[in-house]
């Protein structure tokens, strides 16, 4: 069997072909070429140019492990920055938009710090707490059989497409109780909402994505406004009255957008990672065998995979005062790009780490949920997801393989990290 290729744009696999003078050239993290395989410009730039600036990202990139930690364990100095939009910028006319937006300036859990983020992450945690995500296994092992029964005898799927689309899309809307009819739209909306934010789009298509960004927002906002006069037993009930002692309630904007928030946490992230895992895995098919023979080992896959090909390249922080970092000085007010992936791949912390192995040590140590008070709050769902897929996929399809010859390409994206299409047979 012929493998199939990553198809990516040229670029220079050796460190020593790379001219620092052209690195504003070569890093475009928009690009194919770069996302289909960023592992060796994170690697020259680990080496070279720990922490440059990029006048194409218009940030600071910052790429080793220890950079990145100092980065995100202390928001007093680097405080939570959402990238929306890339570098482009948004139309006066969509700006106009999205300021009148059923959301618009309400205080986002993703987006804020403490004494706000304390209050709002306090009652997320309250409602997913550990018990509540561990109850569901029965359930995401229904929906992912559900999934699998209706590709099953066609010996031939597209992966994503077909079970990494609609499985998080139906646990999503199993957890907030959304009618199952709705989510083939949410599932369309996310998809335009994903490249609104985080591609690098023109103004034609600003234009004709912000409406599905607007009615994302509408969705939430109405039904949040429903479970508060018909509480249900779902998360959106559960935030309106979750709150610590002498804290105010949570409010229907407040609710809302961490529920809109928690589409894409829940579902992009996710279907992602899924498509990642399916790639390694089968690329190398002992290591798919290994699950099919010990799905006890499927756990520590699913961590080695967080750090070896997450679902996240990148989060963004802004510097509250001017500080030195890897021997920069970096002006107060400065947007920084840490590469989550790049700290992961970091060797002075994770032997052999171009080597997937899920045998590793201190394999916690990965940045793929980000970390300290920003840490991913769906992280615990992401692993029980994906867990449970690759129990029920490989206990189905013990002999699953990539479809020879076909062309893998990742989405140009500067956050997420995913594939829309993967091809497998069995």
């Not at 040229?10 to 050239?25: G, V």
């Not at 990029?54 to 959402?82: G, H, N």
């Not at 199952?180 to 789009?201: C, G, I, K, S």
């Not at 609710?255 to 399916?278: H, I, K, P, Q, S």
Request: charge should be negative.
């Amino acid at each position: 069997m012929q493998d199939p290729t990553l198809h990516q744009d040229h670029f220079p696999e050796s460190l020593s072909e790379r001219d620092p003078q052209n690195l504003e050239r070569e890093y475009d993290p928009w690009s194919t070429g770069h996302n289909n395989n960023p592992c060796p410009m994170y690697a020259y730039l680990r080496q070279e140019k720990p922490v440059f600036f990029s006048s194409r990202a218009q940030t600071w990139v910052v790429s080793r492990y220890e950079d990145v930690t100092a980065v995100l364990k202390d928001p007093q100095r680097f405080a939570m920055f959402f990238l929306s939009g890339g570098a482009s910028k948004y139309t006066p006319e969509v700006l106009q938009r999205m300021s009148s937006s059923p959301l618009a300036g309400t205080v986002s859990l993703i987006a804020c710090d403490p004494p706000a983020h304390t209050r709002l992450r306090s009652s997320v945690n309250k409602t997913l707490s550990a018990q509540r995500i561990a109850s569901l296994e029965p359930r995401l092992r229904q929906l992912a059989n559900r999934v699998i029964n209706g590709f099953e005898q066609d010996r031939q799927a597209d992966f994503v497409t077909q079970f990494a689309r609609p499985y998080p899309m139906m646990v999503v809307g199993s957890l907030m109780d959304l009618p199952e009819a709705d989510l083939p739209r949410l599932h369309h909306l996310m998809d335009d909402l994903v490249t609104f934010l985080f591609a690098d789009v023109s103004a034609e298509q600003q234009l004709s994505l912000i409406d599905s960004y607007i009615e994302l927002e509408q969705y939430a906002y109405d039904m949040v406004e429903d479970r508060q006069r018909n509480p249900r037993n779902d998360i959106a009930s559960d935030l309106l009255k979750a709150v610590d002692a002498g804290q105010m309630p949570l409010s229907v904007l407040e609710v809302a957008d961490l529920l809109y928030r928690l589409f894409g946490a829940g579902f992009e992230t996710t279907v992602n990672f899924l498509g990642n895992c399916l790639i390694q895995l089968l690329s190398e098919p002992r290591h798919w065998q290994a699950l099919v023979d010990h799905p006890e080992s499927i756990s520590a896959v699913v961590e080695e995979m967080l750090r070896f090909n997450g679902p996240t390249l990148s989060t963004f922080r802004q510097t509250t005062q001017k500080i030195e970092l890897g021997g920069k000085s970096i002006p107060e007010g400065a947007v920084i790009q840490v590469l989550l992936t790049s700290a992961n791949h970091d060797e002075s912390v994770f032997a052999d780490a171009e080597t997937f192995d899920a045998q590793r040590e201190k394999e916690h140590r990965h940045m793929a949920f980000d970390y300290g008070i920003h840490f991913c709050l769906g992280a615990p769902l992401a692993r029980l997801e994906t867990r449970v897929a690759l129990e029920q996929l490989s206990q189905r399809f013990p002999s699953l393989r990539l479809v020879p010859n076909q062309e893998i390409n990742y989405t140009p994206n500067i956050v997420t990290h995913g594939v829309k299409h993967l091809l497998v047979e069995w």
